[in-house]
């Protein structure tokens, strides 16, 4: 049962993980709004997509910078999600081009974005594993080794 | 907009992203001198905020607007943030941070240029 402090989980290698999920926040949530405004009837499932991923992306955020019992637990679904996400929307959008005559956040795997919303969710799961039992070992604070499970 | 400003933002962010790659091998935290060369970052994308929102103004090209200085918002405002969070973390994961900040204005950048060249 994962439990954690408030603190550890936005600190050390969190806190670039923090930066980084507000980075895409942002970027998704930008996007987003770009394309409803502009014309959402041209492409309705792509800009879902883009509306749902700046959501995941929101959420994923605000959860590691809270942290927390209920921070981790959602913040893990968040990144679960994500994972799925940019996986069967990374593939879909390679195998069935007619769905996204536009593209989202997660089009072929990320490729936009040099590939980091790929990347991100494993950086986020390798943290949230690290931090499950809640005792942050000194090396995630120097941050020599990020994904060394922490000792029993 | 003038190319001399994205490429000046392109030079700064490339020097600095080197003089980071290098300390981050070197296992050191943030130096003085990585927040002086973001500081120098931050001054040319102030710059590059004022002289993009002169540009958009006078230009007769189809640029998206909102998009345009959304854009030169955002990027004004990452090293700002990077800086702040690099500042909590004095290890390399500071280091780290503000190379994903440096790394994230040369992303925006770009697609910076996108946004002004669009109507081309």
Do not use: N
């Amino acid at each position: 049962m994962p439990v954690t402090e408030p603190a550890e989980l936005s600190s050390g290698w969190g806190r670039a993980l923090v930066f980084t999920y507000g980075v895409f926040a942002v970027a998704a949530t930008g996007r987003s709004l770009v394309q409803l405004g502009a014309d959402a009837g041209r492409a309705p499932l792509a800009y879902s997509l883009s509306l749902f991923a700046a959501v995941v992306y929101l959420v994923a955020t605000t959860c590691l910078l809270l942290g927390g019992r209920t921070g981790w637990r959602l913040a893990a679904l968040a990144v679960t999600v994500e994972l799925v996400g940019v996986l069967s929307v990374g593939t879909l959008s390679l195998v069935a081009t007619d769905l996204f005559p536009d593209k989202t956040v997660w089009s072929h795997f990320g490729q936009g974005y040099g590939f980091l919303p790929l990347v991100l969710p494993f950086a986020g799961l390798a943290w949230l594993w690290h931090t499950r039992s809640g005792v942050l070992t000194d090396d995630a604070a120097t941050g020599t080794d990020h994904t060394a499970t922490p000792e029993p | 907009m003038s190319p001399w400003v994205y490429g000046a933002v392109l030079v700064l962010c490339a020097a600095a992203a080197v003089v980071l790659v290098v300390d981050l091998v070197r296992d050191r935290a943030a130096q003085d001198s990585h927040f002086v060369a973001l500081a120098a970052l931050e001054l040319v994308v102030l710059v590059q905020l004022v002289a993009g929102s002169v540009a958009l103004a006078r230009t007769d090209r189809d640029v998206d607007g909102v998009t345009f200085v959304g854009y030169l918002v955002t990027v004004a405002l990452v090293p700002v943030v990077g800086a702040f969070f690099s500042l909590a973390e004095r290890s390399r994961v500071g280091t780290t941070i503000l190379l994903l900040a440096v790394a994230t204005v040369a992303g925006l950048e770009v697609r910076l240029w996108d946004v002004w060249g669009a109507g081309d």
